[in-house]
Nanobody, 123 residues
Framework: QVQLVESGGGLVQAGGSLRLSCATS????????MGWFRQAPGKEREFVAA????????NYADNVKGRFTISRPNAKNTMYLQMNSLKPEDTAVYYC????????????????WGQGTQVTVSS
């Protein structure tokens, strides 16, 4: 088991930046691939980014590529999502997720989920 707690959400103007954090507890952080999904009001939850066990492999959704960066300094048991050049369409609840092996875009493949943190981007 692993527990995931997101933080760092908030209100920001378009063009601004935020850094989300996902703190873990329970099983060893380095035993899990990690990812971020988001869900905007009235929409399905969508993939944002994911990172491999070591951090060497990453995947990004096309609509965040070049603006968002996922990282995981394993010594800190925390994963980050640096979000730059934010747009109003990035407004959503952002969820941290973890899986022992998978770091792709399929929501159903992830075993563990956090409660989410709200990101609101004003125009």
């Amino acid at each position: 088991q692993v527990q995931l707690v997101e933080s760092g959400g908030g209100l920001v103007q378009a063009g601004g930046s935020l850094r989300l954090s996902c703190a873990t507890s329970g099983r060893t952080f380095s035993s899990f691939c990690m990812g971020w999904f988001r869900q905007a009001p009235g929409k399905e939850r969508e993939f944002v980014a994911a990172i491999s066990l070591s951090g060497a492999g990453t995947n990004y959704a096309d609509n965040v590529k070049g603006r968002f960066t996922i990282s995981r300094p394993n010594a800190k048991n925390t994963m980050y999502l640096q979000m730059n050049s934010l747009k109003p369409e990035d407004t959503a609840v952002y969820y941290c997720t973890a899986d022992p092996k998978y770091f792709g875009a399929l929501e159903s493949e992830y075993d563990y989920w956090g409660q989410g943190t709200q990101v609101t981007v004003s125009s």
